[in-house]
């Protein structure tokens, strides 16, 4: 049980502090979006390439951050089934959901999406658009990243279950805060 105990803990700090980098980056998407706004709208100039940062952004803060999401219990799920039952019954929902339905997903994107991403390295694609960002195969290679940090959450979600289950409620989810509806 120590190496569980220390694979959750290993897996938890690793998206904790890279979902914490990475949502400094929705400032960074904030800023530049300002900038194309004021710079279209007050100046009349526009770069492709700004406005493609800002895009880009986005879906690396979404993908890169979907770990941290998953680490922190704030996915979609049903929680009318799920928030007014006991802890052992939070911890085989979470169980079966990852080995069930998170994993063999995670399988499925890095089975699809490998070849795209291989094929965008080999080309060393850059964005369609005159003028925008070049290296769009990074952005590619996010995907491949997503299924990483997510498939290691999920892990850690299943080995922090079967903690719990076995007499470890110090793994016990955080409770939500419920407040008005």
């Known amino acids: 049980m120590n190496g569980l105990v220390a694979f959750v803990n290993l897996v938890d700090r690793m998206n904790e502090r890279i979902g914490r980098g990475v949502a400094w980056l929705t400032l960074l998407m904030v800023l530049i979006t300002f900038a194309v706004v004021i710079l279209r709208y007050v100046y009349a100039i526009g770069w492709v390439w700004l406005q493609e940062s800002y895009v880009w952004l986005h879906g690396i803060v979404f993908m890169v951050g979907?770990?941290?999401?998953?680490?922190?219990?704030?996915?979609?799920?049903?929680d009318i089934f799920y928030r007014p039952n006991t802890a052992r019954y939070k911890a085989i929902i979470d169980l079966l959901g990852s080995l069930l339905l998170l994993l063999p997903?995670?399988?499925?994107?890095?089975f699809v999406s490998y070849d795209y991403v291989l094929d965008s390295w080999l080309r060393l694609e850059e964005s369609r658009e005159a003028g925008g960002l070049p290296a769009l195969f990074l952005l590619k290679s996010i995907i491949l990243l997503f299924c990483l940090l997510i498939g290691l959450q999920g892990l850690s979600l299943a080995a922090r279950s079967v903690l719990v289950l076995t007499g470890h409620p110090e793994f016990q989810p955080e409770e939500e805060e419920t407040g008005p509806i």
């Open 66 to 78: 979907a770990g941290y999401t998953l680490l922190h219990n704030a996915h979609v799920r049903v």
């Open 105 to 110: 997903i995670v399988g499925v994107v890095i």
